[in-house]
């Protein structure tokens, strides 16, 4: 079955730590999304991914570093920088396009004490 | 910019009543315009689309119409039950190549 993975569902993590979180997908699709979620609130984009080795910043980029290695992976660097990284994160691809939809993996919830 | 707003909630409904969640979108240029819903500890799931003006967009009981002229994509489904529990959210995908979001409407249905 096609689909977007992420791992793992739950992470913990001590303030200052870096932590990456694993994010692949086997629909073929060119673009790749990260999105952080707070409860109670929508989507926010954190890094996007059009093709292989290249990537923009989005809203709230800052605290974050990505890579995009490979058409099938795009993970997610959280780094001590990011000043609130308790949150659940998400991860997205499309078909390269502006009219494409996304598909979302089931996240990654991730808290750092 | 893009930007989309979504009625508030909470929603609380009793099962088999009739649903709408508004929505109503600023984008230039023409967006897709999208549902969503979200699970429980879940990611977000595709519910319906629509590409152009006037496109009605349907899944699983749900609609929406893509209206230009109030720049409006409502949701709606005339029965819902308790499995249709979630939150909802709208979005717009523009020129920009990414997903405006709206910020969620929880929706509960008791039986």
């Known amino acids: 079955d096609g689909g977007i993975t992420q791992s793992p569902k739950y992470l913990f993590r001590k303030e200052g730590q870096n932590v990456t979180l694993s994010c692949e997908q086997n629909?073929?699709?060119?673009?790749m999304y990260w999105y952080r979620q707070d409860p109670g609130q929508g989507l926010r984009l954190i890094y996007y991914?059009?093709?292989?080795?290249?990537?923009q910043k989005g809203d709230i980029a800052e605290g974050y570093s990505v890579s995009r290695e490979k058409k099938e992976s795009f993970p997610l660097t959280v780094t001590s920088a990011q000043k609130n990284p308790t949150a659940f994160y998400l991860c997205?691809?499309?078909?390269?396009?502006?009219?494409?939809?996304?598909?979302f993996g089931p996240g990654t919830r991730l808290t750092v004490t | 910019g893009n930007s989309v707003t979504q009625m508030e909630g909470p929603v609380t409904l009793s099962e088999e009543a009739f649903l709408t969640i508004n929505c109503t979108y600023t984008a230039t240029g023409y967006p897709s315009l999208f549902w969503y819903v979200q699970y429980p500890g879940e990611g977000l799931q595709l519910l319906l689309k629509a590409t152009k003006a006037d496109d009605k967009g349907s899944n699983k009981g749900f609609e929406a119409t893509y209206r230009k002229e109030t720049t409006s994509f409502h949701l709606e489904k005339g029965s819902v039950q308790v499995s249709d529990s979630a939150v909802y959210f709208c979005a717009l995908s523009g020129s920009a190549r990414q997903l405006t979001f709206g910020s969620g409407t929880q929706l509960t249905v008791l039986p």
């Open positions: 629909l073929n699709h060119d673009a």
């Open positions: 991914s059009q093709i292989v080795n290249d990537f």
């Open positions: 997205a691809s499309s078909i390269a396009g502006f009219s494409y939809e996304q598909y």
